[in-house]
C-alpha cells in the first residue's frame, strides 16, 4: 500500500472562515510533508514533520497552521486566509528524511477562496 | 538556494514517438525522482534514482542519473494518449537532506 490520502477533495471557504485539510498514511513513514501548488508550477514546500515534530517551516504565513496528532496523521488548519493562498495542496510522505526514500503524494485538495 | 532547471517547458508530438525530457542542477544531488502529474491529481511516482550512472526502466520509461550527480533524463518511448501530463523532476541534496527540490516542470501533449 503505498497510499496518501487526502481530505477533502475540494474546498471552497471565505476568508473568515476555519477550516482544516486532513492527510493520513499507514505506510510507517515517519517524515510528511505539505506542499502547496499554483497552476502550472511545481510543488512548492511548505511544512516537514519528522517523528511527529515540525523540523522545517518554510517562512509560511502564520494563518496556515500544522498539526501532526500521531504518526498516520498530519492536519493543515486554515484561518484568515486570502484569495491568493488558492491552490492545490498537497500531502506527502516519505520513510524518514535521510536520503534514499522516495516520497510518495497525495491526490490533493483543491482550495479556492473567495 | 538549490534549484533544477527542467527542459523542455513543453512538447507537442505525435503518438507512437519518443520523448526525452532532461533536468541539470549547478549542485550536486544524491537522489532524483521522476513524477508525473495529471489534472487536478497529486504527482505519482514513476522511477527514483539513486546512484550517479545508474539507469532503470520502468516499462515504456527509461530515466538515468547523470555521471556528474547534477543532471538526470527521462525517455518515454512509443508515446500514447495516456502519456499526457505533465512530468517533474525531483532531487534530494546532501545539505537539507529533507527537502525535496522540484523542476519546473514538462507538460507534455500528444497528437493522435
Given at each position: 500500500d503505498t497510499e496518501v490520502t487526502q481530505t477533502p477533495k475540494h474546498l471552497v471557504m471565505g476568508m473568515t472562515n476555519k477550516k482544516s485539510l486532513k492527510c493520513e498514511q499507514?505506510?510507517?513513514?515517519?517524515a510528511m510533508y505539505w506542499y502547496k501548488q499554483k497552476a502550472k508550477k511545481p510543488p512548492e514546500l511548505m511544512f516537514v514533520y519528522s517523528y511527529e515534530k515540525?523540523?522545517?517551516?518554510?517562512?509560511?504565513?502564520?494563518r496556515f497552521s500544522p498539526e501532526c496528532p500521531n504518526s498516520s496523521l498530519l492536519n493543515l488548519h486554515l484561518h484568515a486566509?486570502?484569495?491568493?493562498?488558492?491552490a492545490l495542496y498537497l500531502c506527502a510522505s516519505r520513510?524518514?528524511?535521510?536520503?534514499g526514500d522516495e516520497a510518495f503524494f497525495g491526490q490533493g485538495t483543491r482550495l479556492t477562496v473567495v | 538556494g538549490q534549484q533544477l532547471n527542467q527542459s523542455p517547458q513543453s512538447m507537442f508530438i505525435q503518438e507512437g514517438e519518443d520523448v526525452s525530457m532532461n533536468c541539470t542542477s549547478s549542485s550536486i544531488f544524491n537522489t532524483w525522482l521522476w513524477y508525473k502529474q495529471d489534472p487536478g491529481e497529486g504527482p505519482v511516482l514513476l522511477i527514483a534514482l539513486y546512484k550517479a550512472g545508474e539507469l532503470t526502466s520502468n516499462g515504456r520509461l527509461t530515466a538515468q542519473f547523470g555521471i556528474t550527480r547534477k543532471d538526470s533524463f527521462l525517455n518515454i518511448s512509443a508515446?500514447?494518449?495516456?502519456?499526457v501530463g505533465i512530468y517533474f523532476c525531483a532531487g534530494q541534496a546532501i545539505?537539507?537532506?529533507q527537502k525535496l527540490v522540484f523542476g519546473q516542470g514538462t507538460r507534455l501533449t500528444i497528437n493522435p
Open positions: 499507514h505506510m510507517g513513514h515517519r515540525l523540523s522545517i517551516n518554510e517562512s509560511v504565513p502564520s486566509l486570502q484569495p491568493e493562498d488558492s520513510h524518514t528524511e535521510i536520503m | 508515446s500514447i494518449p495516456s502519456d545539505q537539507g537532506a
